[in-house]
C-alpha cells in the first residue's frame, strides 16, 4: 500500500484486493491508520510476502493495466510550416497542421522526457506529443483529424482501448512502471471506473 | 522515518524581495499553481500575502479558489485554463480573473457572466509564438472587436493583455515581444483601456528589463529554483526554500539504506549520477529502489542519520535535474504529496 498503493489509492486497492479474496494488505503505520474504516485491522500487516505488484496492478505487459491516464483537448489552432511549439522551440512543423492543447504535463506526471518522443491516442488515433512537455500542458499535432475542445486524450492505459501502453513510456524515460503510474495517480485527479 | 520536505519561509520571503526589488516597478504576480511547485499552496499564499505580494497566478480554476481562501477579498488572482461553464462560474463568484486564448472560450465567459449579472475581469492573451494557446495574429482584430461587444453589453472588462514567451533564443524572443507590442497597441487602438500587460515569466523577468511590462509571472526564483542551463543561485540572489530530506534506516557494509524512493516521486535513473548530503559530507547515490535508497556509507554512518536530497549547501532540485536533461521544477513537482512537508 506504499506510495498511497502506487498511485492507485490504497483505499480503493486494499477494499478490492480483500473482496478478490487477498489474504491482507501491507502497509506502514501511516498507511494502515488511512485504511482502518475500510479494511478489517487483523488484515492490514506491518511484513510479509506480497504479490507481486507489477502484475496486480497490470504493469508488466502480462496483465490488464489498472490505471488509464487521461487529458483533455483545450484548444485547437493552426500551426504552419516551420513555425516552433512550446518552450525552445524543440519542434517545428515540416507541413501546415493542427495542434491541440492538451491537459496534462509534468506536474501531474506526464514526464518532461516524453516531449517529442511519446503519443497519445484520440477517438482512437495516435498523434505525437510534439515540443516540450510543459508543467501543465502539451502539445499534440493532431494534423487532419476530426478533434474537438473537450476530446479525451488518453495518455497510457490498456492498450486493447487503443491507448498508448505503458511500456512506450519506459522506453522513451528509462523510469519504472512503478514510479511512472505512482507519479501520476499521486497528483491526477482520480476517478474510478468498472 | 518516511521522507519529508522541509520549506523554509524565510528565504522564500528573502526570495521574493529579491524578486520584487528586481522587477519594480513592475509587479510580482506569484504563481502558485500545482500547489506551489509542490511547496505547499497554503504556507506559502499566506506568507506572500504578508509580504505584501497582491498577484497570484493558479493555472487552474481549482488553484485559484484555494488561493483566494488564503489569500482574502484583496488579492488578484489570475487562472488561465479554458474550462467549462461550471468552473468559469466558481471562478467569478470568487472573482477570478481569466485568462483567455480562445474566442469561443472569451464567448463563454461573457455567457457565464450573463447569467450570473457580474461583469468578468478578462486578459486577453496572443499568441507570440509558443502556438499553445493564445489568439493568433491574424485572428486578434477580430477578437477584439468580439471582447468590445461583449463589454460594451456589460458581460466583460478587458484588463489585461498578456502571453507566454519561448525562451529558445533572445531573438525569438525579441520577435515575440513585438508582436506583443502590436497586440496592445490594437488592443488600446480599439478602445480598450489595458491596465495590465504581462509576458515575462522568471528568467526574462530578471535578465531582460524590456520584457517587465506592468506584472510578470513569478514561480521558479521565488521558490528559489534556478534555470537549468541558466545563472547559479548566488548571481541571482536567490536560495532554495525546499530540502528534501530522508532518514538512513540501516548501514550494510559501506552501503547507507535511506527511507525514500522512486515511488515519493525521486527519479529513478538519477541512480550514479548524483550525490546527495551526509553528516559526513557529499556521498554518491548509488541505486534507488521504489521506497529505498542506496547512499555510499561515511565514516560513523548509522540509522536514523539524516541524509539530505536537495537543498541549500548541498545539491540543488536544478543540479539534479541537469543530470537528466531536464529542470528543477519537475523535481519538485514530482515529490510525492505523501511525503510531509515540514514549514519552518
Known sequence: MRADAWGHGARFVAHSAIEAGAAGVLADRAGAAALSDVVDPRRVLGAGDTLDADAVFGLSGTTTPVMSAHGWVVSLKALRTGEGVSYGYTHRATRDTTVALVTGGYAQGIVRALGNTASVTIAGRRHPIVGRVAMDVCVVDVGDSVVARGDEVAFFGDPRTGAPAIEEWLRATGFSAAELTAAVGLHAAREYGP | ?344
Open chain 2, 1 to 344: 522515518m518516511s521522507a519529508r520536505l522541509r520549506i523554509d519561509l524565510e528565504a522564500f520571503a528573502q526570495n521574493v524581495a529579491t524578486v520584487r526589488a528586481r522587477v519594480a516597478p513592475a509587479e510580482l504576480m506569484l504563481v502558485v499553481k500545482d500547489d506551489a511547485y509542490g511547496h505547499g499552496i497554503q504556507a506559502i499564499v499566506a506568507r506572500a500575502v504578508a509580504e505584501g505580494v497582491c498577484w497570484f497566478g493558479a493555472f487552474d480554476v481549482r488553484a485559484a479558489v484555494a488561493t483566494r481562501a488564503v489569500s482574502g477579498p484583496r488579492a488578484r488572482i489570475f487562472s488561465w485554463l479554458t474550462v467549462g461553464a461550471d468552473e468559469i462560474a466558481a471562478a467569478l463568484d470568487d472573482d477570478i480573473e481569466l485568462g483567455v486564448g480562445d474566442a469561443g472560450f472569451l464567448d463563454d465567459v461573457a455567457a457565464v457572466a450573463a447569467a450570473r449579472d457580474v461583469v468578468a475581469r478578462v486578459h486577453l492573451k496572443i499568441d507570440t509564438g509558443l502556438h499553445r494557446n493564445g489568439i493568433r495574429p491574424e485572428d486578434w482584430p477580430a477578437v477584439l472587436l468580439r471582447a468590445l461587444a461583449h463589454q460594451d453589453a456589460g458581460r466583460i472588462v478587458v484588463v489585461g493583455v498578456w502571453s507566454h514567451i519561448a525562451e529558445a533564443s533572445d531573438h525569438d524572443d525579441d520577435r515575440a515581444r513585438a508582436q506583443f507590442d502590436a497586440a496592445v497597441n490594437a488592443a488600446e487602438a480599439a478602445g480598450f483601456s489595458i491596465e495590465v500587460r504581462h509576458l515575462a515569466a522568471s528568467a526574462a523577468s530578471f535578465a531582460r528589463p524590456e520584457f517587465r511590462y506592468d506584472v510578470v509571472r513569478v514561480g521558479a526564483f521565488c521558490y528559489g529554483i534556478r534555470s537549468a542551463g541558466g545563472s547559479s543561485e548566488r548571481e541571482l540572489g536567490i536560495r532554495p526554500i525546499a530540502t528534501l530530506t530522508a532518514q538512513v534506516l540501516e548501514v550494510r557494509d559501506d552501503d547507507a539504506v535511506v527511507a525514500i524512493g522512486s515511488l515519493d516521486g525521486l527519479p529513478s535513473i538519477l541512480a550514479g549520477r548524483v550525490s546527495v548530503g551526509t553528516p559526513g559530507g557529499m556521498r554518491e547515490l548509488r541505486a534507488i529502489g521504489l521506497i529505498e535508497s542506496i547512499v555510499e556509507a561515511w565514516p560513523g554512518a548509522a540509522a536514523g542519520d539524516e541524509v539530505t536530497v536537495f537543498g541549500r549547501d548541498v545539491s540543488s532540485a536544478t543540479d539534479l535535474a541537469e543530470t537528466i536533461e531536464t529542470v528543477g521544477e519537475e523535481i519538485l513537482v514530482r515529490v510525492s504529496p505523501t511525503v510531509p512537508r515540514e514549514v519552518v
